[in-house]
C-alpha cells in the first residue's frame, strides 16, 4: 500500500487549504484512513479519520472547521481545512489501517501565518 498525500503550503489564518491522500489500493480495503499532525516539539496528534462505512471522528481543536471527504473512485482522502489558526501549523500525514497495519504517506507541511 502506497499512500501519496499532497496539498500543503503556505496560508493565511482565517484561510482555507485542502490536502490530498491518494492511495494505491481501494480506500474499502482499508479499516479507516486518517490524517495525523505533528508541529515542532509535539506529539503526533489524530487531526480526522474516517472508517470504511463512513464514520468520521474529529480532534476536539479541529471540530468545526476542518471535514475529510473522500473521492472513492479516485481512491483519495481529503483533509478541507477552514478557518486556520497558526496552531495548526505542523506536518500532515495520511494513514491507512489494514487489520493490524498502519501505513503512512510521507508528510505534507502546513504553515498558517498570523
Known amino acids: 500500500v502506497q499512500l501519496q498525500a499532497s496539498g500543503g503550503g503556505l496560508v493565511q489564518a482565517g484561510g482555507s487549504l485542502r490536502l490530498s491522500c491518494a492511495s494505491s489500493v481501494s480506500i474499502f480495503s482499508m479499516n479507516a484512513m486518517g490524517w495525523h499532525r505533528q508541529a515542532p516539539g509535539k506529539q503526533r496528534e489524530l487531526v480526522a479519520g474516517v472508517s470504511s462505512g463512513g464514520s468520521t471522528n474529529y480532534a476536539d481543536s479541529v471540530k468545526g472547521r476542518f471535514t475529510i471527504p473522500r473521492d472513492n473512485a479516485k481512491n483519495t482522502v481529503f483533509l478541507q481545512m477552514n478557518s486556520l489558526k497558526p496552531e495548526d501549523t505542523a506536518v500532515y500525514y495520511c494513514?491507512?489501517?489494514?487489520?493490524?497495519?498502519?501505513?503512512w504517506g510521507q508528510g505534507t507541511l502546513v504553515t498558517v501565518s498570523s
Open positions: 494513514a491507512a489501517q489494514m487489520g493490524a497495519v498502519t501505513f
